[in-house]
């Protein structure tokens, strides 16, 4: 009995106090999805209007539309995923620079964040994280990698 109890505390103990592992959260990491589920995990949630979960996948450019320019300027596109399904992508500029010659009809591999909007979501976070509170994210686009 005393070792499941200590089983139990060393387990809650590592859990809420041990520091993450190469700047990345421990306990307050978003949900993963792998480069094989991501449309499904995006489905899901969209459906499920949930958000905060990290993914990794790829998706082919439909519209690139206008900078955002308020408070920190994000470069916006839209792309559509293999299930059909239409995925906004908001990558911060200022930290991680502009995906170069995006046009629509161009693959674009992505880790970020995916948050619940109700016209398909939202995909951030497509870049490094300077105060390390963060999953680093990042996109890929004709052989370049943005993050």
């Known amino acids: ?7 139990i505390a060393l387990g809650i103990f590592y859990v809420g106090f041990m520091q993450p592992q190469n700047g990345q959260p421990a306990a307050t990491a978003p949900a993963i999805a792998t480069a094989g589920n991501a449309d ?7 459906d499920r ?8 996948g790829q998706g082919t450019v439909i519209k690139v539309l206008k900078d955002d320019r308020e ?4 470069q916006r596109f ?5 299930n059909g399904r239409s995925l906004l992508v908001a990558h911060n500029t200022d930290l991680a620079g502009r995906v170069s010659d995006l046009k629509a009809g161009d693959t674009v591999e992505f880790y970020g964040e995916y948050e619940w909007n109700p016209k398909g979501g939202v995909l951030h ?3 490094r994280d300077p105060h390390h509170h963060h999953i680093n994210g ?6 370049n990698t943005y993050q």
């Open 1 to 7: 009995m005393i070792k499941l109890i200590l089983i």
């Open 40 to 46: 499904q995990i995006i489905a899901d949630a969209f």
């Open 49 to 56: 209007q949930q958000g905060n979960i990290q993914v990794q």
């Open 71 to 74: 408070g920190l300027q994000h």
């Open 78 to 82: 839209i792309l559509r995923l293999a």
């Open 125 to 127: 976070w497509t870049h």
């Open 138 to 143: 990042w996109l890929k686009h004709n052989g």
